[in-house]
């Protein structure tokens, strides 16, 4: 017992001191410790994967790839998306080790950028990654809802949904995200936790069912990797590629680590990590899933077209029974869940960075910390609000909403392709040597450019209309929400950003004495006045 005892304070003693370490190392980067480092490496990573649901999200999604690819594209699309990806996040998991702070992208742009362009490309970085994040918030809720729909239209064929029917179901899922994570901070790697392993039994639970349900009528193998199918017009190169856009949504959200780092101890070890782990996780299960949902397809046109959603679909077309249907439905939709929640802390933790440097309008207001809650409440309530206005406006044009959610991919691969594409422009010296995660070489050179040509890629590939020909009712939107995004950076910055944004405080002489040399950038000595101007704010 008493050895017991012993064990427990000795290790209760080292994480202590692994957290004043790690706020020690924080403050050279030019804040105070404000939120707990209450996660572990298994909660985190369950925060990570919660985010990108790689499984339910492909599985949600699968309509779109479908016709513009067909098989082919929804499974090796999900591979491309996926080694493309890892390579994105390699290239930022080195900033990531070097400068493990929430700002994230905005923050590394501003240390590695050119002097003169340093404060100008920090703010527009930090602006498209809170617009993203705040954006990709609403996709929670709308996945869920969309669940829910297609239950009721399944079980009773001849209900008429309405938009305010799934508005309904979305201010619910929000508010439910919006409480746990106001009242229950203290409890969410216990959340992250239950949300990674549910995850994983329901993709278990879900493919071993629908495969033994649906024996042996399965399809060929020939259909499931092989089989490609164009029905939206363009040439079958580019219906092609257009059907990778569900793979690239299916891993959006990966650098959700970055803006939590500041809640895990050892961050620069375990950040890298985490980020890549989720981005394997989800490539291996999402590849097992959709090739069990394909074997058991029976008529591709009726998951297309399917009322009831491709999903739902698909378990019918297993199990011929309804009931079982939504039991199996159960597993994503309470992924969904975990999805809304997770992702109200992420965005909540970039726009709370982002105000303490100054980014945001009123930024003394949302860079407070609650004294009880230990949350950034004011952040959250942003967030929260911002997502109820886009389902008010989905209330009005779903096709506008739809525009917003595929901006928020855009803008963050754009994020993701800022930083590294600074670092190569400037021979990738940028960085310090001693960095915990080093791609070494050539390897680094290669990583980063697959990675900065895929985020080109993919943007091309999300503004495009899906089909032809181009109708008001079809077209993409995408670009016009992302111009409102950029105009709203530019006159942000001309009315107050240019006058109030200084970009990170970093601590020159702390951080030579650390890990990290030789940094250009905005480099002040003076540490951490943003966290003082914040913490007398609350």
Same mark, same amino acid.
């Given at each position: ?24 190392? &924080? ?48 499974? $090796? ?82 209900? /008429? ?53 649906? @024996? ?14 164009? /029905? ?11 059907? &990778? ?75 011929? @029974? ?63 609000? $911002? ?9 009005? @044009? ?46 680094? $050179? ?20 899906? /089909? ?71």
């Amino acid at each position: 017992m008493d050895d017991q005892i012993r064990r427990r304070s000795g290790g209760s003693a080292r994480h202590d001191i692994v957290v004043a370490h790690d706020a020690v190392a &924080l403050e050279h980067l030019g804040h105070k410790q404000e939120l707990k480092r209450n996660f572990s490496m298994i909660s985190m990573l369950g925060l990570a994967f919660a985010i990108l649901n790689t499984w339910t999200a492909l599985a949600a999604s699968i309509s779109l790839a479908l016709p513009s690819g067909g098989p082919s594209a929804v499974i $090796w699309g999900l591979m491309v998306a996926g080694v493309c990806n890892l390579c994105l996040a390699a290239s930022l998991a080195e900033f990531l080790s070097a400068w493990p702070t929430a700002g994230g992208q905005y923050h590394w742009a501003a240390i590695v950028a050119w002097k003169d362009w340093s404060r100008s490309l920090s703010y527009a970085t930090g602006w498209i990654n809170v617009s993203g994040w705040v954006a990709l918030t609403a996709t929670g809720g709308l996945l869920g809802s969309t669940f829910i729909i297609n239950i009721i239209s399944l079980l009773h064929p001849d209900y /008429e949904s309405e938009p305010w029917h799934q508005f309904l179901i979305y201010i619910g899922f929000t508010l439910v995200a919006l409480l746990i994570n106001a009242f229950s901070t203290r409890l969410l790697p216990l959340f992250t936790k239950a949300a990674f392993f549910w995850s994983l039994t329901g993709f278990v639970v879900i493919s071993i069912t629908i495969l033994a349900c649906a @024996s042996p009528n399965y399809q060929s193998g020939e259909f499931v990797y092989g089989q490609f199918i164009n /029905e939206v017009g363009w040439p079958d190169g580019l219906a092609w590629l257009l059907g &990778l856009l569900q793979g690239a949504f299916s891993l959006t959200g990966f650098d959700a680590v970055a803006h939590m780092i500041e809640e895990i101890p050892q961050p620069q070890v375990r950040g890298p990590r985490i980020m890549l782990y989720c981005i394997g996780i989800g490539m291996g299960t999402g590849f097992v899933f959709l090739s069990c949902l394909l074997f058991c397809v029976d008529n591709i046109d009726n998951v297309i077209e399917s009322g009831a959603g491709p999903l739902l679909q698909i378990f019918m077309d297993a199990t011929r @029974s309804p009931a079982g249907s939504v039991c199996l439905l159960m597993f994503p939709l309470v992924c969904m869940l975990f999805t809304s929640t997770t992702l109200m802390t992420t965005s909540s933790r970039m726009s709370y960075a982002f105000a303490r440097d100054h980014g945001l309008p009123f930024s003394h207001i949302f860079a407070r910390v609650h004294p009880g809650l230990d949350v950034p409440l004011n952040a959250l309530l942003w967030t929260a609000a $911002w997502v109820v206005v886009f389902g008010c406006i989905f209330l009005g @044009s779903s096709s506008t909403f739809n525009a917003i959610t595929s901006a928020s991919v855009v803008a963050l691969g754009i994020t993701y392709a800022i930083p590294p594409s600074i670092n190569v422009l400037r021979g990738r010296k940028m960085l310090p040597p001693n960095r915990a995660f080093k791609l070494p070489g050539a390897l680094g $050179w290669v990583l980063n450019l697959v990675g900065i040509c895929w985020t080109i890629l993919t943007t091309v590939l999300f503004v495009f209309p899906p /089909e032809l020909p181009v109708t008001s009712e079809n077209m993409n939107y995408c670009v016009v929400a992302f111009g409102v995004i950029l105009l709203i950076a530019v006159v942000t910055w001309i009315f107050d950003g240019r006058k109030n944004y200084t970009g990170p405080h970093v601590d020159v002489e702390g951080l030579e004495k650390g890990q990290i040399v030789g940094v250009e950038g905005v480099t002040e000595p003076s540490m951490t006045k943003t966290a003082s101007d914040s913490k007398a704010a609350a």
